[in-house]
């Protein structure tokens, strides 16, 4: 059993820079700040930007990572007025 980088990529891993893409790429929707925010591009043209923003949202397990962020989005924002309501009215009930 083995514990270095190569094995844990090959398993579907983020490093904590691409991790840091996908949050803030679910934060901002903007693909080219979260790469600007998640790695070194100081000195980049935004046509490099947005290329290499690109390439990034293109890697499976960035999609997977940011589809799985998005579920959780979803569910944690599935608020309606019924919820709500059903939930005062449980709370008046008690």
């Known amino acids: ?5 190569t094995s844990e990529k ?12 996908c949050l803030v790429y679910i934060e901002t929707g903007n693909a080219s700040e979260a790469y600007r925010q998640s790695y070194n591009a100081v000195n980049m ?6 290329r290499k923003a690109k ?5 499976g397990k960035i999609r997977a990572r940011v589809q799985e962020l998005q579920e959780a989005h979803c569910e ?3 608020v309606t007025v019924d919820s709500l309501t ?3 009215e ?3 009930d008690q």
């Open 1 to 5: 059993m083995t514990t270095d980088k």
């Open 10 to 21: 090959q398993v579907g891993q983020l490093s904590p820079k691409q991790e840091k893409f």
């Open 45 to 50: 043209k935004p046509e490099t930007i947005n």
């Open 55 to 59: 390439v990034e949202l293109d890697k």
């Open 76 to 78: 944690r924002h599935d």
């Open 86 to 88: 059903t939930e005062l």
């Open 90 to 92: 449980s709370e008046l």
